[in-house]
């Protein structure tokens, strides 16, 4: 059983044309990631900062690797002198996706796959838990002399990765910058996957809800802990799969705070030309936002 890609990641267009940037493989304790953009620092005293670049369902890293191009060659475009930070993307596996695969009906939806909902959820903790592990050891694998000082940790994702960005905006303080895209905060989980799952005549009441889970999805959420941060939130237009209206109102409470907060901004942007899938111009945006706020500042 062998899920159908539910979102295209990887056009050659999201490059731009820029050239290929150098990739670095490495595995922490098993959790194999791709480091885009080591080669050409060498020899830069600047410090760093990473941006660790989640995909989204049924994808891989392997999907992500036009997006971190179009990413490095966009930033890279920026003036030297008013750069204070060199950039590096990481790209690892999420749970159960490209080399991590175990159980391929867990990635399935509704239709496929009655626990949806369940196996969702638990790959955005996973998920966050992984990129937690990564900014806990990655200077430590890459610099192990302390060569290089990471000052900024940013996350962006799609759709799944999306999910999982707002979770680290959440819950992780060392992560200042983020950018989700076409996806949603977590506490929007039950307002998006609940239509999803009546849309097929399924009630989502248990067992496709458990109740262990209501603590996880509808339980108090601490908006304080986003203030100061710097978040862009990009969705498509058209997005049947993940609409931004389902999410809309926990995202403008989160904006609302972000912005009101010393240091903070938060802004929407919706590319309407766009529906579940990534445009250039979320790549662009994306770009700019790494650069504004992560490697100028």
Do not use: C
């Not at 000082?149 to 992780?172: D, N, P």
Request: glycine share 10%; no cysteine.
């Amino acid at each position: 059983m062998t899920p159908k890609v539910i979102h295209k990641t990887d056009e050659p267009s999201l490059t731009f044309g820029h050239p290929e940037s150098s990739v670095t493989e490495l595995s922490i304790v098993g959790l194999h990631l791709r480091v885009y953009g080591l080669k050409e620092i060498e020899g830069s005293d600047r410090p760093l900062a990473v941006l660790i670049a989640a995909h989204g369902r049924t994808n891989s890293q392997k999907n992500m690797i036009t997006f971190s191009q179009g990413i490095l060659g966009e930033a890279g475009t920026k003036s030297e002198g008013d750069r204070k930070r060199d950039l590096l993307v990481v790209t690892l596996d999420q749970r159960n996706h490209g080399a991590r695969i175990t159980d391929r009906k867990a990635n399935l939806a509704y239709d496929e796959n009655p626990r949806h909902l369940i196996d969702m959820a638990a790959k955005v903790y996973g998920g966050a838990q992984d990129i937690q592990l990564i900014i806990d050891f990655l200077a430590a694998y890459l610099f192990p002399m302390g060569e290089k000082k990471v000052e900024e940790w940013i996350v962006t994702g799609i759709s799944l990765g999306g999910h999982v960005a707002w979770r680290l905006l959440q819950e992780e303080p060392r992560i200042r910058i983020g950018i989700p895209i076409i996806g949603l905060p977590f506490e929007s989980f039950p307002k998006y996957m609940g239509p999803r799952a009546e849309s097929l005549n399924i009630p989502f009441t248990p067992p496709t809800y458990p109740p262990s889970l209501l603590p996880l999805l509808e339980g108090d959420v601490d908006h304080s802990n986003y203030k100061g941060k710097k978040i862009l939130t990009i969705h498509g237009g058209h997005d049947k799969l993940v609409p931004l209206d389902k999410g809309q109102k926990d995202i403008e409470e989160i904006l609302r705070v972000v912005n009101a907060s010393e240091g903070g901004k938060a802004e929407i942007y919706v590319d309407d030309e766009t529906g579940h899938a990534v445009s250039r111009e979320m790549v662009r945006r994306t770009a700019e936002w790494v650069w504004e706020f992560g490697l100028r500042r």
